[in-house]
C-alpha cells in the first residue's frame, strides 16, 4: 500500500485490540497482503493503551503509509471494542468501513470483495461478510465449538462492512456494551430497523483461528450474560425470536434446588433434602450431556465440562439478575 490523500483512500478498515501484539501482527500481516489496486488505510485502535502495542504499530506504519494507531485518551483502559470501533470510524478518512478483530485473519481478497459488492448495489448500507473457523481434525472443545457459532452468525464485527452514513445516522455502536458481546448484535438490529436486512457477501472472508484458553473459560464468560440484559431491553422481541427463545429455567432450578437440599438437611429433613439434591444433580448432568454433545472425550476435557455444569448456573443467573438491575429490565 503507497501513501494516499485523505481524498483517494476507498475504504477504512478498524481492527480494536486490547494488549494482543501477537495476535495483532497476525492480522496486520494479512491485512497488509490484501490484493486491493486502491487505496486503504488500517486504523488500529488500543483499547489496552498498550504502549508494546503503540510501538508495534508505530514501527509497521514507518513503512506502511496507510496503517494508523489510535488511543482513545478520554476513556480507561479497557472501555471495550464498541467504543474502540466508535473512535475508528468517526476518524477514518473513506466512506465505507470495514470492521475486523485483532484475532482474526482476512483473506487476501477480503477488501476487494466487500468493497465490490458494496458499490454493485449503492442502496445497501451494510454487508456481512463469511467467518471461517478451522478446527482440528478430531471432535472439538467446548470452547472450540462455542467459537465455531461465528460461521452461522448473520452479523459479526469480527468481518462487518459498513457505510459511514449509516453509523452515523444510528449513533455508531451503543459504548454501554464494555465487552465483545452483543454490541455487533445491537449495531445490527438498529441498522436493519432503518435500513431492512443486511446481505451476506460470501466471497469477503476471515478467518477466525480459536484463541488458546485457560481451563474454565466457560465461567468467565458468564459474565457475557450482563449485556443480553441490555440487548434483550433494546430488541426484546428480535432477541427473543432469533438468540435465546427462553429463559435458562433450568440454571434457575439448579440455583434454587442446590440450597434447598443444603436447608432441608440442616432442618433434619434427610428425604426431601435427598430428591432436591438428586434432582440439582440430574440437571447438571442434563446440562454437560448437552455440552459434551458432539465435542471431546477425553478425560481431562470431560471433568471440566462436568465441573464448570455445576458452576455455571450460579454464574449465569448472577449475571442475569445483575444486567436486569443495572439495565432495569424484566429479564430473567
Not at 246 to 274: C, N
Request: hydrophobic share 50%.
Amino acid at each position: 500500500m503507497s501513501a494516499a490523500p485523505p481524498a483517494a483512500v476507498q475504504i477504512s478498515v478498524v481492527v480494536p485490540t486490547f494488549r494482543r501484539p501477537a495476535l495483532l501482527q497476525r492480522c496486520l500481516d494479512a491485512l497488509r497482503q490484501q490484493r486491493l489496486d486502491e487505496a486503504f488505510e488500517v486504523l488500529v485502535v488500543d483499547d489496552g493503551h498498550c504502549d508494546k502495542t503503540r510501538e508495534q504499530v508505530e514501527a509497521l506504519a514507518r513503512h506502511w503509509p496507510g496503517l494508523r494507531y489510535l488511543r482513545p485518551l478520554d476513556a480507561r483502559p479497557g472501555s471495550g471494542p464498541a467504543q474502540a470501533r466508535n473512535w475508528g470510524w468517526r476518524v477514518a478518512r473513506a466512506e465505507l468501513i470495514a470492521f475486523t478483530d485483532d484475532d482474526t485473519v482476512p483473506d487476501p481478497g477480503w477488501l476487494a470483495a466487500g468493497l465490490a459488492a458494496l458499490r454493485a448495489r449503492p442502496e445497501l448500507m451494510a454487508l456481512a461478510g463469511k467467518v471461517r473457523v478451522p478446527l482440528p481434525p478430531r471432535r472439538p472443545s467446548d470452547h472450540e465449538r462455542m467459537t465455531a457459532g461465528l460461521q452461522r452468525a448473520s452479523f459479526v464485527t469480527a468481518n462487518a462492512f459498513v457505510r459511514r452514513s449509516a453509523l452515523e445516522a444510528v449513533g455508531g455502536f451503543d459504548e454501554r456494551f464494555r465487552r465483545a458481546w452483543r454490541e455487533d448484535s445491537d449495531l445490527q438490529f438498529r441498522l436493519e430497523r432503518r435500513f431492512g436486512p443486511i446481505p451476506r457477501c460470501c466471497g469477503a472472508v476471515v478467518l477466525h483461528p480459536v484463541r488458546p484458553e485457560r481451563w474454565g473459560v466457560s465461567l468467565r464468560q458468564q459474565r457475557n450474560v450482563f449485556f443480553d440484559a441490555l440487548l434483550y431491553r433494546k430488541h426484546a422481541r428480535r432477541y427473543r425470536a432469533e438468540l435465546r427463545p427462553r429463559p435458562p429455567w433450568d440454571y434457575y432450578a439448579i440455583v434454587l434446588l442446590a440450597p434447598a437440599a443444603l436447608v432441608l438437611a440442616l432442618a433434619g429433613r434427610a428425604q426431601a433434602a435427598a430428591i432436591a439434591a438428586l434432582l440439582a444433580a440430574l440437571l447438571v448432568l442434563a446440562l454437560a450431556a448437552r455440552r459434551l454433545r458432539g465435542s471431546a472425550l477425553t478425560p481431562a476435557h470431560l471433568l471440566e465440562m462436568l465441573a464448570t455444569s455445576a458452576l455455571i448456573p450460579f454464574l449465569s443467573v448472577y449475571w442475569r439478575l445483575r444486567g436486569a438491575l443495572h439495565f432495569r429490565v424484566w429479564f430473567v
